[in-house]
């Protein structure tokens, strides 16, 4: 029994302190034998012209323990680095793809919120794409991982490449003051937040933004939800109406990200993997990015809500809009079809 509870506390993850079961699509492999792989893949680097499948193979299909213990083999065997031989290896959005995987994902995230804010201008749809719609939990572990990579600190990253209310927004979260979920409903604090809201908003002229920012990012995950229920009791438009009316710009997909992430954070990443997938020219960053990140978390709810809302399976959508190696990585981190 103690062996079970073990396993099931493994496959947890905490959603602003709710314990919510984790759905990945890449898995720890049976009879993992890394010496084995590591000689595959060093193989497969040595071949003249690079033989990408068994790369792709091997390194998709492992998890990110099992991947690290690869890396270690392969750097006994080839007196090399296996992420420098990657990079000499690979190119593009596989290279992309890959060096992802070899990361944790915590360490994944903290180094895409890393580059979004490199050199002149910042990338801020990851910046926002990250920040609004990762955990307590998570969030905290990219601070302390952030930290140990880079030598500095997210938040001071964070004020420092943005500015005005989008910046206090993102720092505000970052400094992950989240309630945690409490077992007690309290519905006088459920209306009063949800009447701050419309008073700071809607009912006035020109928006409270601080009063928005503290709620939105202070109060628990269970809390908020009905916040946002009580909400359309005061106000003619739903929350999200409201802040399309009361803010712009970047400001604005914050707040309607946070509230889709705390509304279905699945059907917020199956919706940016759709719009990232419908034109001709493919998103291949947003797709890299949602994909890696969620592999070893809950890509297959993802999946699912994908389905759901858009009459087809993600398996499908990236074959049909994506091609060769990169595609391959993406189907098998993908898991199947729904």
Same mark, same amino acid.
């Given at each position: 029994m103690a062996l079970v509870s073990e396993i099931l506390t493994k496959l947890t993850l905490s959603y602003g302190g709710e314990r919510e079961p984790k759905c990945p699509t890449v898995v720890a492999a049976y009879n993992f034998n890394p010496e084995e792989d590591a000689a595959k893949i060093e193989t497969a680097i040595k071949t003249k012209g690079v033989d990408e499948h068994t %790369? %792709?193979? %091997?390194? #998709?299909? $492992?998890?990110c323990a099992q991947r690290s213990e690869i890396a270690f083999e392969y750097e006994k065997r080839a007196k090399k680095d296996l992420v420098s031989a990657l990079k000499g290896a690979l190119s593009g959005s596989l290279e992309h793809l890959i060096l992802g995987l070899m990361k944790s994902t915590a360490q994944y995230d903290a180094s895409e919120l890393k580059s979004s804010m490199k050199g002149l201008g910042t990338d801020e749809e990851s910046l926002i794409e990250i920040v609004c719609s990762r955990n307590k939990e998570e969030l905290m572990e990219i601070k302390k991982v952030y930290k140990e990579m880079f030598k500095k600190d997210l938040e001071k990253d964070v004020s420092g490449d943005t500015s005005g209310d989008f910046a206090k927004l993102l720092l505000a979260l970052v400094q992950t003051k989240r309630d945690e979920p409490s077992n007690v409903v309290d519905y006088e604090k459920i209306d009063n937040d949800a009447r701050a809201l419309y008073d700071a908003g809607v009912k006035r002229k020109g928006t409270d !933004? #601080?009063?928005?920012i503290s709620i939105f990012c202070e109060r628990s995950v269970p809390h908020l939800?009905? !916040?946002f229920e009580r909400y359309k009791r005061y106000s003619p438009y739903d929350i999200k109406e409201s802040i399309r009316k009361e803010v712009k710009g970047d400001l604005e997909k914050s707040f309607l990200t946070l509230v889709e992430c705390l509304e279905n954070k699945h059907l917020y990443f199956a919706s940016r993997l759709s719009d990232a997938m419908k034109s001709k020219s493919v998103k291949e960053k947003v797709v890299t990015r949602i994909i890696v990140s969620r592999c070893e978390v809950d890509l297959m709810k993802v999946r699912t809500e994908f389905k759901r809302n858009f009459g087809k399976s993600l398996q499908q959508t990236i074959l049909e809009h994506t091609k060769g190696d990169y595609q $391959?990585? +993406? +189907?098998?981190?993908?898991g199947g079809d729904d």
């Open positions: %790369i %792709i193979d %091997i390194l #998709t299909k $492992r998890s !933004v #601080t009063t928005w939800q009905k !916040v $391959r990585a +993406l +189907l098998n981190l993908c």
